[in-house]
C-alpha cells in the first residue's frame, strides 16, 4: 500500500470506531423511563396502579407499578411532584398477597393523617396480606398495600394495565414532598416471583418496582 | 549507599541531610496540619481511636515516603548520562551489610506497627474492644452489663433496629444515648450490607445468617451519617439515612414515645430469609 | 525434531476466525434450544422470564463452537478417529495469520497485544461514563442498575484483561526469546489461553443484553444468586479468564523450567522471567479456587443448590473465603509482572547491574509465598472470627518487606548510574513512585482499626488503582515502549511518547490522588449519588479522568499512526541492551534460534570491562528435519 493508501484506512479505521464508541455510549443511555406530570393541579392527586404481571416484552411475568397522567396508564416510575406541597395518593392494586419479610413495614410511616384501605381509615396491614408498598425513605415514607385475596373473584388476567372492573383494592394516604430534589421510591414486599428472597428482577429496576420522585 | 560512600561522601550526605530536613518538616505538618482534621474525628471513643491510628501511621509513612522520593528525585537529577555519552556505570552488583539493614529496618517497623495495631485492636475502652469494627458473634471482651443492645438489621435497601432491652421496638431511625456502651448486633434479611455509622467510627457487615457484634461509646450529642458499605444491589447508594445521639434523658423520652402497632415476631439473633421469599 | 514443525505453524488451513464465529453463533443457538427444551417449564425460570440453564449452556456451546471453528478440536478428534494429526500446515503470511489459531509464539504475543488492548479500551470507556455518572450527586445520568452494570463491567473487564496484560504480550512474546527456547512448552495450549481470554471478554459484553449485574467484579452471593441473568455473563466470562490463568501458569512454568538454554542458570536468569515464573505459581494456585466458588454459584443460580444461601444452610462466608483465596493472590498476580518488568528496564537505561539481583528476586518470591497467607485482610469487618484479625494484620504488613526489596534493588541500580531518560524508563520510574503511593496508602487498610473507618471506601479505590493502574500499567506501558520496535520492527514516535508520559502521569494522579480523601470523608464505592458537599472533588476527579483518557488516545494514536503510516524501520538494538531477546534480528525469524545458543553471562553485565557477551549462537551442525 502506498502511504496515502495506509493514512486513508487509518482514518477510516478511526471513523469506524467513532461510530461503534458512540454506538457503546448510546446502549447505555436508553432504557430509562421518561418522567410523568402525574399531579393534577390543584390537589395534586396522583393515581397508581399495581400489577401482577408486566405483560410485554421482554419481561412479561415482571411484577409493575404503572402511573396515571390525565386518563392514560403510563409505564414509568419516574414521577414529577411539586415541592413542599401535599399530594393525595391513590394505589390501586391488582396483585395478589405476598407477605413482608420484616413486618415493620406494615403500618404506615410518614403519612400526612392516615391511610385508607378500600375507604376503611387503617392503622396497620396484616404483615402476611401485603402486595406491596410505596415508600420513599429519605422522605420517611413507608406505605403498605393490601393484596387481592387469593380466591377473590374475576381477577385481572389481561396484560397491563388492568381494567378497573377487575378484583383490586384501593389505598389512598397523604403525603407532604419536601425541599426539592430526587428521592428514590422502592416497595419493600419481596413480590418478585422466583428470584432468591423475592427481590430481583423486577424489583431492582426502575420503570418496574423502584423509581423517582422528581420533587420541583 | 555505604558502599560508595568513601569515593563520593557528598551525595549520601545530602541525601540524608535533605531527608533529614523533610521528613521534620513533614511530620509536624502531618502532626499539627492534618492531625487535627484527620478523619473520622472523634464523636465516640472509638473514632477517637481510629483518628488517632490513621494519624499514627501517617507519621510513620511520611519519613519512609519522603526517603524513597528524596532518593529517586536526587538520582535522577544527578545521575544523567551527559549527551552523547554512550558509557556505562560503575560495575556494582550489590551490598549484602545495605540489604542487610534494609531487610532488618523493615522487619522492625513492621513489627512495631503489628504489634501497635494489635494493641489498639484488643485494648479495652469502657468495656469495649475492637475499635469499632464488626467482631461476629463472639466478640473479643463481655460487654458491659449497662451497654444498650442495638439489633441492626439491613434489608434491600434500609437499615431498621431493634431495641431488645424495651420491648422489642423496632424503628427506621437510630437513636442512641451519649455516654453508655452501644452494642450493635448486625444482620440482614436478605443479601450482604455492611452498616457504616461514619462519625461514630462503626463498620460492620451485615450478613444473612450471622450475628456481627461491634461495640461503641459515643462522647457526643448529635447527629451522625449512616451508609450501606458494601454492594447490596440497585439502591445501594441510596441507602443513606442519619442517626441520632441523644442524652441519656432525651433518649429515654424517645423510647417512651416509641410504640410497635404491628406485632412484630420475636427477635431473633439471626434471620434464615426464605429464598422464595415471596407468593404469586 | 518436532518442535521445529510445530513452531512453524503459524496458520491452520480452512480454520479461521470467521469459522469461529461461525460455530459460536451456532453452539450459541442449540444451546438455548436445549434450555428451553430442559427447563422452560420450572416455575422459577417461567417466573423470571430468564432461563439461566439455557444461558449457560449456550456460553458452554458456543465457546466450545468456537474453539472448534478455530481449529482447536483438529488435532484431539484425528487422534481420537486414529488419524495421524496434520501437523504440516499451510503457514499464513501477512495479517492473516493473526485472524486465526497460531501456535508461533510471537503471533500469540501480538494477538495478546491487541486483544487486550481492545477491551482495555471498553473498560477505560466504562470508567468514563463512571465518571460522567458521578459529575453530580443527583439526579442521575445512567438508571442505577444501569450504573451498577457499567461498574461491573469496568472492573470485570478490567480484572480479567490486566490479569495477562503482562504475561499475554511480554511473557509469550519474549520469554522463549530470553530463554533461548524456539517455542512455549505447550503451543497448542498457548493458544487455547488466548483464545478463551478474548471469547470471555465478549461473553462479559453480552451481559448488556440480559439486563446486567450488579455485583461488581467480586459477585458475592446473595446478591449474585438473586440476579439478572447478566450474571450468568460474568460468571462465565471470569470462568473462562480463570481457566485461561491457568493455561498460561502450567505454558510458562514448563517452559521456563524445562526449555532454558545451556549456560542458563537460574543465577542468571532475567528478573522479568522471574517474574513471570512466580505469577505463574500464583496463576496455578489461586484461578482454581475461584473455578470452584463461581462453579457453586452458578448451581446456587440455577439448580437450586444453596452453598451460599443461609435459609439452606449455606454461608455468604465460604465465597468470601474462597473468593478472597483467589483475590488476593489475584492482586499479587497483577503486581508481581510489573516488578519484573520494571527491574529489567532499569538497568539497561541506567547502564549498571541489576542492583541485588538475588534480593530482588527474594522479593518477587517472598510476595509469592505470603500473598496466600493474607487474604482475610478484606473481611476483618465482615464477622468472621475476630480473633484471627491480629494474624493477618501481621501477614499482610509482613509483605511490604519483600515488596520494599524490589525498591531496594531500583535504588541501588540508579545509584551513581549514567540514566538514560527514554521514554520507557519515564514509565518504569514512575512505576515506582505510582507503587510507593498504593503501598503506603496499603499500610493504612492493613491496619485494624484504620480499616474499620476505610473498608469499603473510596479510598480502598484509589489504593488499588495506585498499584494496578499507576503500577502495573505504568510498567506495561514501559514494557510496550521498550519492545515495540523488536516487536514490530518498527519504531514508536518518541516526542508522542513523552507528551503521553507526562499528561498521563500528570492526570493519573490528578485523578486518583483526590479519592484518598473522597474516601476518608465517607464515600462509599459503587455508588452512583453521593454527598453534595463531595461534588467539587467529585468534579475534580472526573475531568481529570478525561485527561487521563485523552492521554491513552494519544498514546494509541502513536501506536496506530507509527505501525500504519511512518513505519520508520527500527534498529536491532536500539537500547543497547545487553539481553538475549535484542541479540536477535528483527524480524525475529519464525523458529527464533536456527540452532539452540549457550548463555555464557548474565543479562545485566553492563559497566563490567570484562564483560563476555551474553550469548554464543552456533552455526554448525544444521538440525535434523522431520518428526
Known amino acids: 500500500m502506498t502511504r496515502g493508501a495506509r493514512i486513508a484506512s487509518v482514518l477510516a479505521g478511526t471513523a469506524v470506531t467513532a461510530v461503534l464508541v458512540a454506538y457503546y455510549i448510546a446502549t447505555w443511555v436508553v432504557n430509562y423511563p421518561p418522567a410523568v406530570d402525574a399531579a393534577s393541579a390543584p390537589s395534586n392527586d396522583v393515581t397508581l396502579q399495581t400489577v401482577a404481571a408486566y405483560g410485554h416484552s421482554p419481561h412479561s411475568s415482571w411484577v409493575s407499578y404503572y402511573v396515571k397522567q390525565g386518563s392514560e396508564w403510563r409505564h414509568s416510575t419516574v414521577i414529577n411532584l411539586p415541592a413542599h406541597s401535599l399530594v393525595h395518593i391513590t394505589i390501586i392494586n391488582f396483585d395478589g398477597q405476598s407477605g413482608l419479610r420484616n413486618p415493620l413495614w406494615a403500618r404506615p410511616i410518614g403519612v400526612v393523617g392516615g391511610i385508607t384501605v378500600d375507604g376503611k381509615p387503617t392503622s396497620a396491614l396484616d404483615p402476611d396480606a401485603a402486595s406491596h408498598s410505596f415508600a420513599v425513605p429519605d422522605l420517611g415514607i413507608s406505605v403498605p398495600v393490601l393484596g387481592v385475596g387469593d380466591n377473590a373473584p374475576n381477577q385481572c388476567a389481561t396484560a397491563a394495565p388492568c381494567p378497573i372492573g377487575t378484583a383490586h383494592t384501593t389505598t389512598t394516604f397523604t403525603i407532604r414532598t419536601g425541599a426539592p430534589g430526587h428521592y428514590r421510591w422502592q416497595c419493600f414486599v419481596p413480590c418478585a416471583a422466583g428470584f432468591i428472597n423475592g427481590f430481583g428482577g423486577p424489583m431492582q429496576t426502575v420503570g418496574f418496582m423502584d423509581g423517582y420522585l422528581n420533587v420541583a | ?280 | ?627
Open chain 3, 1 to 627: 525434531m518436532t518442535e521445529i514443525v510445530v513452531s512453524n505453524r503459524s496458520g491452520f488451513r480452512g480454520y479461521s476466525v470467521l469459522t469461529g464465529i461461525v460455530g459460536a453463533v451456532v453452539g450459541y443457538g442449540i444451546g438455548i434450544w436445549i434450555g428451553h427444551q430442559m427447563a422452560d417449564r420450572f416455575t422459577w425460570f417461567a417466573d423470571t422470564g430468564q432461563n439461566d440453564i439455557g444461558i449457560l449452556l449456550a456460553y458452554l456451546l458456543s465457546t466450545t463452537g468456537f474453539l472448534g471453528g478455530l481449529g482447536f478440536l483438529d488435532y484431539p478428534l484425528r487422534r481420537i478417529v486414529g488419524q495421524r494429526p496434520a501437523l504440516a500446515v499451510k503457514s499464513k503470511r501477512g495479517a492473516a495469520k493473526y485472524l486465526g489459531m497460531s501456535t508461533d509464539h510471537k503471533v500469540i504475543g501480538l494477538q495478546y497485544l491487541i486483544g487486550i488492548a481492545f477491551f482495555f479500551f471498553i473498560g477505560g470507556l466504562n470508567a468514563m461514563l463512571i465518571r460522567t455518572e458521578l459529575l453530580r450527586p443527583n439526579p442521575p445520568v445512567f438508571s442505577p442498575g444501569q450504573y451498577l452494570t457499567i461498574v461491573g463491567m469496568h472492573s470485570t473487564m478490567m480484572i480479567m484483561m490486566v490479569s495477562s496484560i503482562i504475561l499475554g504480550p511480554f511473557g509469550h512474546y519474549f520469554v522463549p526469546l530470553m530463554i533461548g527456547a524456539r517455542r512455549m512448552a505447550f503451543p497448542r495450549l498457548e493458544a487455547l489461553s488466548f483464545w478463551i481470554l478474548i471469547f470471555g471478554g465478549f461473553i462479559l459484553l453480552t451481559a448488556m443484553s440480559y439486563g446486567g449485574f450488579p455485583t461488581g467484579w467480586t459477585g458475592y452471593p446473595p446478591l449474585a444468586i438473586q440476579a439478572n441473568a447478566g450474571m450468568d455473563a460474568y460468571v462465565f466470562a471470569f470462568f473462562l479468564t480463570g481457566s485461561a490463568m491457568i493455561l498460561n501458569a502450567v505454558n510458562m512454568m514448563a517452559t521456563i523450567i524445562s526449555m532454558r538454554a545451556p549456560g542458563l542458570t537460574w543465577g542468571r536468569l532475567p528478573i522479568f522471567v522471574w517474574g513471570m515464573m512466580t505469577t505463574s505459581v500464583l496463576m496455578l494456585l489461586g484461578p482454581p479456587v475461584l473455578l470452584i466458588a463461581l462453579f457453586m454459584e452458578v448451581l446456587d443460580r440455577t439448580a437450586s443448590t444453596s452453598f451460599f444461601l443461609p435459609a439452606g444452610g449455606g454461608s455468604p462466608f465460604l465465597y468470601e473465603n474462597l473468593f478472597w483465596f483467589f483475590g488476593h493472590p489475584e492482586v499479587y498476580i497483577l503486581a508481581l509482572p510489573g516488578f519484573g518488568l520494571v527491574l529489567e528496564i532499569l538497568p539497561v537505561f541506567a547502564r549498571k547491574p541489576l542492583w541485588g539481583y538475588r534480593i530482588a528476586v527474594s522479593g518477587s518470591v517472598g510476595v509469592t509465598l505470603l500473598s496466600f497467607m493474607v487474604w482475610q485482610h478484606h473481611l476483618f469487618v465482615s464477622g468472621i472470627n475476630a480473633t484471627l484479625r491480629p494474624f493477618y494484620m501481621f501477614t499482610t504488613e509482613l509483605i511490604s518487606v519483600p515488596t520494599g526489596f524490589i525498591f531496594l534493588a531500583a535504588m541501588g541500580t540508579l545509584w551513581r548510574a549514567k540514566i538514560r531518560f527514554t521514554v520507557p524508563m519515564l514509565f518504569a520510574l514512575a512505576f515506582f513512585f505510582n507503587f510507593l503511593i498504593g503501598g503506603i496508602s496499603g499500610v493504612f487498610l492493613s491496619d485494624v482499626p484504620s480499616d474499620v473507618s476505610l473498608h469499603g471506601s473510596y479510598f480502598v479505590m484509589a489504593h488499588f488503582h495506585y498499584t494496578i493502574m499507576g503500577g502495573l500499567v505504568f510498567a506495561f506501558l514501559a514494557g510496550l515502549y521498550y519492545w515495540f520496535p523488536k516487536m514490530t520492527g518498527v519504531e514508536l514516535n518518541e516526542t508522542l511518547g513523552k507528551i503521553h508520559f507526562w499528561t498521563m502521569f500528570i492526570s493519573f494522579n490528578s485523578t486518583f490522588l483526590p479519592l484518598f480523601a473522597l474516601g476518608m470523608l465517607d464515600m462509599p464505592r459503587r455508588v452512583s449519588t453521593y454527598a453534595p458537599h463531595l461534588q467539587f472533588l467529585n468534579d475534580w476527579v472526573s475531568i481529570s479522568a478525561y485527561c487521563l483518557f485523552a492521554s491513552m488516545l494519544v498514546f494509541l494514536a502513536n501506536f496506530v499512526w507509527s505501525l500504519a503510516v511512518t513505519r520508520k524501520p527500527a534498529a536491532q538494538n536500539p537500547w543497547d541492551s545487553r539481553s538475549l531477546e535484542w541479540q536477535l534480528p528483527t524480524p525475529v525469524p519464525v523458529h527464533n534460534f536456527d540452532n539452540i545458543p549457550t548463555i555464557q553471562s548474565g543479562p545485566y553485565e553492563y559497566g563490567n570491562p570484562n564483560a563476555v557477551p551474553i550469548v554464543a549462537f552456533h552455526t554448525a551442525e544444521p538440525m535434523t528435519a522431520g518428526d
Open chain 2, 1 to 280: 549507599m555505604s558502599h560508595d560512600a568513601g569515593s563520593s561522601p557528598a551525595h549520601g550526605r545530602r541525601i540524608i541531610t535533605t531527608w533529614l530536613a523533610l521528613s521534620v518538616i513533614g511530620v509536624l505538618a502531618v502532626i499539627f496540619g492534618l492531625g487535627p482534621h484527620m478523619p473520622p474525628g472523634n464523636v465516640s471513643d472509638q473514632a477517637a481511636e481510629q483518628t488517632q491510628t490513621n494519624t499514627v501511621l501517617a507519621v510513620v509513612m511520611t519519613p519512609i515516603f519522603i526517603g524513597v522520593i528524596t532518593f529517586f528525585v536526587y538520582a535522577i537529577a544527578t545521575f544523567r548520562a551527559k549527551e552523547g555519552d554512550t558509557g556505562d556505570g560503575p560495575y556494582v552488583k550489590g551490598d549484602r551489610q545495605l540489604s542487610q539493614m534494609w531487610v532488618g529496618g523493615s522487619i522492625v517497623i513492621v513489627l512495631a506497627l503489628a504489634i501497635y495495631g494489635t494493641f489498639e485492636l484488643l485494648a479495652a475502652d469502657k468495656g469495649i474492644a475492637g475499635v469499632g469494627g464488626g467482631q461476629g458473634s463472639s466478640p473479643i471482651v463481655t460487654a458491659p452489663a449497662n451497654a444498650l443492645q442495638v439489633q441492626v438489621i439491613g434489608q434491600q435497601w434500609a437499615f431498621t433496629y431493634r431495641y431488645p432491652q424495651y420491648g422489642d421496638i423496632e424503628t427506621v431511625r437510630l437513636v442512641i444515648p451519649v455516654d453508655r456502651p452501644v452494642i450493635f448486633h448486625v444482620t440482614s434479611l436478605d443479601v450482604m450490607h455492611s452498616f457504616w455509622a461514619y462519625q461514630i467510627g462503626v463498620k460492620a457487615d451485615a450478613v444473612p445468617g450471622a450475628d456481627n457484634v461491634a461495640g461503641v461509646t459515643v462522647d457526643h450529642t448529635g447527629t451522625f451519617d449512616i451508609r450501606c458499605a458494601e454492594l447490596c444491589g440497585v439502591w445501594h447508594g441510596n441507602m443513606a439515612s442519619k442517626g441520632s445521639v441523644l442524652s441519656q434523658a432525651g433518649f429515654a423520652a424517645w423510647i417512651a414515645r416509641q410504640s410497635t402497632p404491628v406485632p412484630l415476631p420475636g427477635r431473633r439473633p439471626v434471620y434464615y430469609p426464605d429464598p422464595n421469599g415471596r407468593a404469586g
